[in-house]
């Protein structure tokens, strides 16, 4: 247990004042019983004093209180006992709970995901290490540990149905090691080392369990475990089912970790759309989405197009969110690309698209990777409004079947400015308002580099702006990634567009990386070349201004350059 106090953290020694602020803080906003406190401080028979002794143990954390800058009235004496009072921003059990609550009532699987991350990170360590209390060691920690476990156990779950198994194999490989009879975590592990291609190590850990189960408790595994041995020995493919929950359904999700590789996922009612937290900007594309959208003389055709992590998915989102009481008919979105990048098969697109329903519906088709994915999707949607996020420009499906385009650029700098206040608060931003400002340059003004920083930032209350600013700048490409989740990550996202080119292409935007800093990045390329750049979203043409490389984009093709032959002079000979 510690107090956070601005930059400074004090650990709270052992002590019957610790042990009191412990059960006190296990039962916030609710009137803890003076049995209960007398129990959790003295753990034995307590003392004929111990009532007075209560008393002064309140008194000294009154006093620690003030000395913080923390208001006495946060234990407040009421008849039977003491309440202390905590919210979201004074205790971190609170915080937790409530992002886990909210988590429960996302609007897919990916905001979920990234809520229950975030509550994860409030754990620091062993809960109660520095309380002496045998009682709360013995009931409260162990009770605490199955809250951070189930949601442990979600997260797994919900990267496993995404496809993300070599990104859960860390998380999975402590956990089933610290908790062995707890099978989910086996089953889990297990699953995630086949998929990986890791047959042997798979069987391994299964016959581990298996043996250990046995010798200690003198039972066999579970039916799910046994049901993956099964598979293994079987050669079988396991293609993950979606996550047990409502967040399952096929509704708007913020990117395409919603989408589970080699899965099916069969369409559901639809859900109401939540808004994109903090967004920020757009104003006139989207009231010009949202026109042609739920314009009441047919179905209409949208795309978002643009640079890797610009915002197209969450522009359409938000837009979804604003329009969706337009559409009675619901609200749907598909996921066309997988989180490794690779486009999900017209044939199975097809399968997923929602079949026909009473009143006016809109189709988000969310990271096409051309027109020839969303061509043949487009007469299942006749009925309906369809909003397409690509990369390119998809100038065959606009010109086949009308519609607009919208091209999206960086934000402006006020918006960039709006969208970290959002996120990390506009108190602490306003109080840097220069440093802001020279972190949204450092991310080339861009939405997906903009909302890491604020998870750095987030994770870290003592940082200040000018400090995460000044080390972000110092290798941009290679610091802009939050390691828990891939498509929070510059280089993952942006090496997944440029890996996705032929390699004539791909060398010839590097090309203009390193041409970019000496003036203009196209010249000595053909127009071929620059033309197919910038439809795959990774060139900005300017009529009647000459060719763009986005800030970020350049210092990216500069630094995966510089990476690329690194390694290839540290490799053996």
């Known amino acids: 247990m510690s107090i956070a106090h601005g930059p400074e953290t004090v650990v709270l020694k052992p002590s019957k004042p610790t042990s009191l602020l412990a059960a006190l803080l296990l039962h916030p906003n609710t009137v803890v019983s003076t049995t209960y406190l007398l129990r959790a401080v003295w753990d034995e028979e307590p003392p004929a004093t111990a009532r007075a002794a209560l008393q002064t143990c309140v008194l000294r954390l009154r006093r620690l209180f003030a000395k913080y800058g923390i208001s006495a009235t946060t234990i407040e004496a009421v008849p039977g006992g ?10 971190d059990l609170v915080q937790f709970r409530a992002l886990a609550a909210r988590a429960g009532s996302a609007g897919g699987p990916g905001e979920e995901l990234y809520r229950l991350r975030e509550a994860l990170t409030l754990w620091q360590g062993q809960p109660l290490a520095n309380v002496a209390s045998r009682m709360l060691q013995d009931d409260a920690v162990p009770a605490l540990e199955q809250e951070r476990l189930r949601v442990l156990e979600r997260v797994c779950d919900l990267e496993l149905a995404a496809g993300n198994c070599h990104q859960v194999l860390v998380d999975l490989y402590e956990s089933a090691r610290r908790h062995p009879v707890r099978e989910r975590f086996t089953e889990q592990l297990v699953e995630a080392l086949y998929r990986t291609g890791r047959q042997a190590e798979a069987l391994a850990e299964y016959r581990t369990v298996r043996d250990r189960l046995r010798d200690e408790l003198g039972i066999d595994p579970g039916p799910g475990l046994r049901r993956l041995e099964l598979a293994i020995l079987r050669a079988e493919e396991l293609a993950p089912a979606p996550p047990e ?204 580099a903009l909302r890491i920083a604020a998870g750095r930032l987030l994770t870290r209350p003592g940082l200040s702006v000018a400090d995460c600013a000044a080390w972000l700048a110092e290798d941009p490409p290679a610091r802009l990634a939050l390691a828990e989740d891939a498509g929070l990550s510059v280089p993952e996202v942006l090496g997944q567009a440029l890996d996705a080119l032929t390699p004539a292409l791909r060398e010839a935007f590097l090309r203009l990386g390193e041409r970019a800093e000496a003036g203009d990045p196209a010249a000595g390329e053909s127009e071929s070349v620059l033309e197919q750049l910038v439809e795959a979203g990774l060139l900005e043409d300017g009529p009647p201004g000459p060719y763009r490389l986005h800030d970020l984009l350049r210092i990216y093709a500069r630094w995966r350059v510089r990476t690329h032959e690194a390694a290839a002079t540290a490799a053996p000979r």
């Open 82 to 91: 003491y309440r202390m009072h905590c919210d979201t921003e004074t205790l």
């Open 245 to 448: 929950s409502a967040h399952a359904a096929v509704a708007v999700a913020a990117g395409p970790a919603a989408l589970p590789a080699g899965a099916s996922v069969p369409a559901r009612p639809p859900r109401a759309v939540p808004p994109v937290p903090a967004f920020a900007g757009r104003d006139a594309d989207r009231r010009a989405m949202a026109a042609r959208l739920t314009a009441g003389d047919g179905p209409r055709l949208v795309v978002v197009s643009g640079a890797p992590g610009i915002g197209k998915s969450a522009l359409a989102r938000q837009t979804a969110h604003e329009v969706q009481e337009a559409f009675p008919g619901g609200v749907f979105t598909l996921q066309l690309a997988r989180p490794d990048g690779t486009p999900v098969a017209v044939e199975e697109a097809a399968r997923l698209m929602p079949e026909p329903a009473p009143g006016r519906r809109l189709i988000v088709l969310d990271g096409a990777a051309g027109a020839w994915q969303v061509l043949p999707l487009l007469p299942v949607a006749e009925d309906a409004a369809v909003l397409v996020t690509s990369r390119r420009q998809l100038a065959a499906v606009v010109a086949t079947h009308g519609g607009a385009v919208h091209r999206l650029d960086v934000l402006r700098s006020a918006e960039a400015y709006a969208l970290l206040a959002g996120l990390v608060g506009a108190e602490r931003i306003a109080a840097e308002p220069a440093a802001t400002r020279e972190l949204a340059r450092v991310c080339g003004h861009f939405p997906l």
